[in-house]
């Protein structure tokens, strides 16, 4: 993950933030705060990642806005998307993922409700 294009305000606030968090506990009060870094989810509007090709854009294919999940999804999806584009059947359906999912109005949920814990 890229991390070094944070604004600095909000570099600060993560690294305030946590050195209170560290100095000022009971159970460790000779703690220090060495350091510490702060990066962005990048979430789509269902929680969930846009996967596979992109209408109109040929050859271009989409895996991005993991929303908090991309390393754990990463390997299927990755083993999937590279069969999708070799052209072969792959072992679970991605479709679900599609790019246009959204002004298809058929977005992602999850038994859980809205967000990714589903
Ligand atoms: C705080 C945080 C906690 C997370 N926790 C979890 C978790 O517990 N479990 C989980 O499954 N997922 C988690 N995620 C999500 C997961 O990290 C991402 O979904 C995943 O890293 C996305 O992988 P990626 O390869 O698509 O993108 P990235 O990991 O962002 O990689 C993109 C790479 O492209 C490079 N790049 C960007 N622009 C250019 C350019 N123009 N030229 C060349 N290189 C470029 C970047 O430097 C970067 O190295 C978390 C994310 C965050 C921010």
């Given at each position: ?40 989810y990048t979430i789509t509007?269902?929680?969930h990642p ?13 895996f991005f806005g993991g929303s908090g999940h991309g390393f754990?999804l990463g ?44």
């Amino acid at each position: 993950m890229r991390t070094t294009a944070i604004r600095p305000s909000i570099r600060k606030c993560a690294s305030v933030s946590s050195a209170r968090s560290s100095s000022g506990s009971r159970r460790c009060p000779r703690a220090r705060h060495l350091g510490g870094y702060a990066s962005l989810y990048t979430i789509t509007d269902d929680w969930h990642p846009i996967v596979g090709p992109e209408p109109g854009l040929e050859g271009y294919y989409a895996f991005f806005g993991g929303s908090g999940h991309g390393f754990k999804l990463g390997p299927p999806i990755g083993e999937a998307l590279a069969d999708v584009i070799c052209g072969e059947a792959a072992d679970i359906d991605i479709s679900p993922f599609r790019p246009g999912r959204f002004i298809d109005g058929e977005p992602l949920t999850s038994a859980w409700g809205e967000g990714n814990r589903g």
